[in-house]
């Protein structure tokens, strides 16, 4: 497993005394950010006392918590060493940031799982078409209940824009017309 990759002790640790500064920067306490990636606590505390590196997986869903900007969320990836490659496991794949079409495809879905407390929200998107008429997991996601909230808004404002029927364009209104002013 890759979160249990030997790295320097000093490393490690400045990974977890930056995950924990970021978390109390937020004040939140270990039950909360644990319970937004889905770990739990002891595990956290590893993490955070540098006895521990999360996996891929975790520190994404780390950085996205905290909400980090790009730059202090690559200086913790290489920190977890996650980008060098003379210290990757021979028979573990490594992660590589390259996008193929794959990638872009949009699955579709016909169910959902919703699990939320103080903590987050979890939503389990499925098929119902799965093999043996068992529901399919398409995707899985964590978030904070303020990112649910905002999400709901967004869908909210999404679903009040009027629809586009097939084989309608549409088309902006001319602009108004100025009116003149007698202004000599």
Sequence with gaps: MRSNRSRPNST??????????????????LA????????DIDSMQKIERGEQVPSEEILLLLISHFDMEDNAAA???AMAGYNDDD??????????????????KIDYTDMVH???NEFGVTMNFMQSTGAGNQPMLIS????SREHAEFIIDSLQQ???????????????PKPKAHKKTDRN
């Design 12 to 29: 490690r640790q400045q990974l977890g005394n930056r995950l924990k500064l970021e978390r109390e920067r937020l004040q939140e306490s």
């Design 32 to 39: 909360e950010v644990s319970g937004a990636v889905e770990i």
């Design 75 to 77: 200086k913790l990836w």
């Design 87 to 104: 210290g990757a496991d021979i028979d573990t794949p490594k992660t590589r940031g390259v996008m193929t079409p794959e990638d872009l």
């Design 114 to 116: 919703i699990a939320a």
């Design 140 to 143: 899985r996601l964590g978030m």
């Design 158 to 172: 999404s679903l009040k824009k009027p629809q586009l029927k097939s084989g309608i364009t549409k088309v902006l």
